[in-house]
């Protein structure tokens, strides 16, 4: 039997399994990326007191070409002449140990290479580097010398069996739920890449068992050249099942900790899970007022057995400024500027200032500047947002909000100003609820005449939110549910009470999330005065960017006669929204997204689905960013009506909902 063993741990050269093909010095290849950085496939020409040369590697495989170039010099290096052929032929000799080191990493171990400098063969090792130098010396100043590697990859071995072990007692660890976890099974190809997976999964599984100190002690890689298998024996610590210990916050700035400490879910005792940890740091980031966060955890248990943990923040800087904006060829263009200021009282209080500007569409189709202009198709919306976390180290919030608005679709026209005042308790990471008072008066305008109003009234909501991102959701469920009564006993113009409820959940197809399922379902329902009678703003429509796209902003709802205008957009009294995406990864930057929507508003207090419903369908394309994907949705109306737009484009920062 032919077999060798490689320790997984070991700083060996020629264990490309553990190097991970690349060696630390091999750079990355932009070679003539879109023209950038010009083409390097054609070598200098001759000169005297220089060596050029040109390279060629072949490979039965572009792949296998490819990995063999990020890991040669005198592939990287080619545009640069030699002094000599000395040089250059040790430098071909170089590379060989390096590109055989890349091939086992890719599980060819019985790969051969070989190397030509002006037609003499140089053998690993450095066999033949005098011949094949005294060649390219012959060529230099005459013409460009020939390099050529010769590559046999030989057949990839696979994975035979892996064998997990305690190190302390040397017995099998043959726990079904981990072994079904590690991804690794007889067959796969021995990559070096899915063999350190592999140790990290382990640690990884035992983490999430509760085994907070879980480590690898060992890990060997067997070869057997007989069968072309690779068996991986993995020696582990598993370390006992731990709770959270105690938490010590640590703030690099002016903040109480206590205020962070609110923040934190985690209490002395709750069973450990590497899941919590990681919810620990989003809700911290939740405080506008803090930067980094780093929650390092202790190499040793307390006398309870659990883990004590170290949370380490630091403050952003106190002020921000946004802009951005967004169009669409149905809804018009918008530019929103927010300015922020963060740790306004010292303790984590946020004040955040948001404009935003826009024109609504004209309905007779001009699109000209002048008509862009125009004061009565203007829209904006000034609002200042405060937030005061943790009074008094609680989990409660005090949320402050004022806003100035006006309205101008299709269908009506509003100017109103709301302010509300509420308080918000956080029971954990995911869940909280709020509320409070709020306070609006305004004045709206369509074809059934004119409303002049004033709401008082009590306002709640709760908030739910397992997702694992704000603008680009992959997994997890997001729900959104508010209402408010405002009764004429306490000052409202009419009596009047509205709710409204979203649901969005987001499921990924593959364990990168590169293909996610998104769905979306919002509901709402009013009462208690006409709908007539209720500001057009305060009246559920349907249809526009958020709604469904395809649609003009707000133009969806029950219909009434007008005379001399005929069918007029009323707006309902209850609100019915659906949406399903498909969001597909196609690159790192670049994913594709078909979707439908579908949605109507009603006139009754709660949907009876006797309106029509209104379908779209289209296609997105996302460019993922750092801060978000930016999107770009074309959408065209299904059961389109006399007057509706045969398609719609959007364009704007994050994911649709």
């Known amino acids: 039997m032919s077999l060798f063993r490689i320790n997984l741990g070991a700083r060996c050269l020629l264990a490309g399994l553990l190097l991970g093909g690349a060696p630390p010095w091999a750079p990355a290849r932009a ?69 055989i080191d890349a ?36 060529a230099m100043g005459l013409q460009v010398a020939r390099v050529i590697f010769a590559v046999t ?40 890449s899915a063999v350190r997976a592999l140790q990290t999964r382990v640690v990884d599984l035992l983490r999430e068992d509760g085994r907070a100190l879980a480590k690898v002690e060992k890990a060997e890689a067997i070869v057997r050249h007989d069968s072309q298998r690779v068996d991986i024996e993995v020696r582990v610590v ?38 919590r940890i990681k919810a620990m740091r989003r809700s911290i980031g939740q405080i506008e007022a803090i930067g980094t966060t780093r929650v390092l955890e202790s190499e040793h248990l307390d006398a309870n057995g659990d883990l004590p943990m170290t949370v380490e923040t630091n403050e952003r800087k106190a002020h921000a400024v ?59 919306r000034f609002n200042a947002a405060f937030i005061k976390p943790a009074l008094n180290g609680s989990r409660f919030d005090y949320l402050a909000d004022f806003t100035l608005a006006r309205e101008v679709t299709k269908s009506y026209s509003a100017e109103y100003g709301d302010t509300t005042q509420a ?17 609006e008066r305004g004045r709206s305008s369509d074809p059934f005449g004119k409303t002049n109003y004033l709401l008082v009234g009590v306002i709640g909501a709760v908030h739910y939110d397992t997702t694992d991102s704000l603008l680009d959701p992959r997994s997890g469920v997001r729900v959104l549910a508010s209402g408010g009564a405002y ?123 006797q309106s029509d419903m209104r379908f779209a369908g289209g296609l997105g394309l996302r460019y993922y960013t750092g801060f978000g994907p930016i999107r770009l949705d074309v959408a065209t109306p299904i059961n389109r009506r006399k007057g509706d737009p045969a398609f719609a484009v959007y364009l704007g920062i994050g994911q649709a909902f």
């Open 31 to 99: 070679e003539g990326f879109l023209g950038l950085f010009g083409d390097d496939s054609t070598p200098p020409a001759p000169r005297p007191g220089a060596l050029t040369y040109e390279v060629e590697i072949r490979a039965s495989e572009d792949a296998l070409a490819d990995d063999l170039k990020d890991v040669s010099n005198s592939w990287r290096l080619k545009q640069q002449p030699v002094e000599d052929g000395d040089s250059l032929a040790r430098r071909v000799a170089a590379d060989l140990p390096r590109m």
């Open 238 to 275: 598993p370390g006992p099942k731990a709770g959270f210990g105690a938490v010590t916050v640590k703030h690099d700035g002016g903040i109480d900790p206590a205020v962070i400490r609110s923040f934190i879910y985690v209490e002395e005792g709750d069973p450990f899970s590497p899941e």
């Open 423 to 439: 308080l918000r308790y956080r029971f954990n990471e995911a869940l909280s609820v709020q509320g409070g008072i709020e306070v």
């Open 487 to 609: 009764p004429t006993f306490l000052g409202s113009s009419l009596n009047f009470y509205q709710g409204k409820a979203q649901v969005s959940s987001y499921y990924a197809l593959d364990d990168d999330k590169d293909y996610v399922l998104a769905g979306r379902v919002a509901l709402g329902a009013s009462g208690g005065a006409r709908v007539l009678d209720v500001p057009d703003n305060r009246r559920f429509f349907a249809g526009g960017g958020g709604s469904v796209r395809g649609f003009a902003y707000r133009s969806l709802s029950p219909m009434a006669a007008v005379p001399g205008q005929g069918d007029v957009a009323m707006g309902g009294a209850s609100l019915f929204e659906a949406s399903v995406e498909g969001r597909i990864k196609i690159t790192d930057d670049i994913g594709l997204v078909p979707f439908v929507d579908a949605g109507a508003a009603f006139a009754d207090s709660l949907p009876d689905f």
């Open 103 to 138: 091939l086992w990493a890719e599980g060819f171990y019985d790969a051969r290479v070989e190397a030509e400098v002006e037609g003499r063969r140089i053998d690993l090792g450095g066999v033949g580097v005098e011949t094949a130098a005294a060649a390219a010396n012959r």
């Open 153 to 192: 990859p030989g057949p990839r071995y696979v994975i035979g069996e892996v064998h997990l072990f305690d190190a302390r007692t040397g017995a099998p660890l043959d726990d079904p739920a981990l072994r079904a976890g590690l991804k690794l099974d007889s067959g796969d190809p021995a990559r070096a």
């Open 322 to 380: 946004g802009l951005a904006a967004q169009y669409s060829t149905v809804d018009g263009p918008s530019v929103r500027g927010d300015w922020t200021f963060r740790n306004l009282f010292g303790d984590g209080e946020r004040l955040r200032l948001t404009g935003i500007v826009g024109a609504t569409p004209d309905n007779g189709g001009d699109r000209s500047v002048k008509s862009v202009l125009d004061p009565q198709r203007l829209v904006g």
